[in-house]
Antibody, heavy 123, light 112 residues
Framework: QVQLQESGPGLVKPSQTLSLTCTVSGGSISSGYEYWSWIRQPAGKGLEWIGRIYSRGSTNYNPSLERRVSISMDTSKNQFSLRLSSVTDADTAVYYC???????????????WGQGATVTVSS | DIKMTQSPSTLSASVGDRVTITCRASQSVSRWLAWYQQKPGKAPELLIYKMSPELVGVPLSGVPSRFSGTASGTEFTLTISSLQPDDFATYFCQQYESFPWTFGQGTKLEIK
């Protein structure tokens, strides 16, 4: 069973770049045909989908963040990463990585989630 | 963006009650609607991952049978047939018909 674990700095200064990594265990990030997403949730609020990367490298992003966001993969480390530039306090949130449910190569909602990483934007 | 609107925002109920949460999409999301349960300090957990051609929610393997879903046009419901203590949590709907994927604002299910 695939498991996900987010890691990265918990504190980022305004205008700097937020960088988080999601380590995948129990499966290879690139051996199958999978989609890997990032989602965030400000404290006490709802969920916002940030974007996703396919195991072959293509990406989709939320247009509201597209100018500032980049998702990439490091197959040698079995990880995928999120970079969000020019952060403000509005980017303070719990950031989750997730994997879509794959049933016979049809892709559905997000089945496996990491435990979440809290990122605070503050000087 | 497709706006997902859940109602109610908060629901108070007792163990054993039958409860229904509604999620309305601002435009068609076809059958690509999911429901999640989230407990405080935890990641969301997927309950229902799509609507079947018969417009019934398809649960993830292992989800208790007391959780069920239906669809009618752009309105979706999640029903818990007999509330258990472990069910008191926040529930979110999510569409993945078109980008950007969007979530409802959540329904907090509280103990009465």
């Amino acid at each position: 069973q695939v498991q996900l674990q987010e890691s990265g700095p918990g504190l980022v200064k305004p205008s700097q770049t937020l960088s988080l990594t999601c380590t995948v265990s129990g499966g290879s990030i690139s051996s199958g045909y999978e989609y890997w997403s990032w989602i965030r949730q400000p404290a006490g609020k709802g969920l916002e989908w940030i974007g996703r990367i396919y195991s072959r490298g293509s990406t989709n992003y939320n247009p509201s963040l597209e100018r500032r966001v980049s998702i990439s993969m490091d197959t040698s480390k079995n990880q995928f990463s999120l970079r969000l530039s020019s952060v403000t306090d509005a980017d303070t949130a719990v950031y989750y990585c997730a994997k879509q449910l794959n049933v016979e190569e049809f892709y559905y909602a997000m089945e496996v989630w990491g435990q979440g990483a809290t990122v605070t934007v503050s000087s | 963006d497709i706006k997902m609107t859940q109602s109610p925002s908060t629901l108070s109920a007792s163990v054993g009650d039958r409860v229904t949460i509604t999620c309305r999409a601002s435009q068609s999301v076809s059958r690509w609607l999911a429901w999640y349960q989230q407990k405080p300090g935890k990641a969301p957990e997927l309950l229902i991952y799509k609507m079947s051609p018969e417009l019934v929610g398809v649960p993830l393997s292992g989800v208790p049978s007391r959780f069920s879903g239906t669809a009618s046009g752009t309105e979706f419901t999640l029903t818990i047939s007999s509330l258990q203590p472990d069910d008191f949590a926040t529930y979110f709907c999510q569409q993945y018909e078109s980008f950007p994927w969007t979530f409802g604002q959540g329904t907090k299910l509280e103990i009465k």
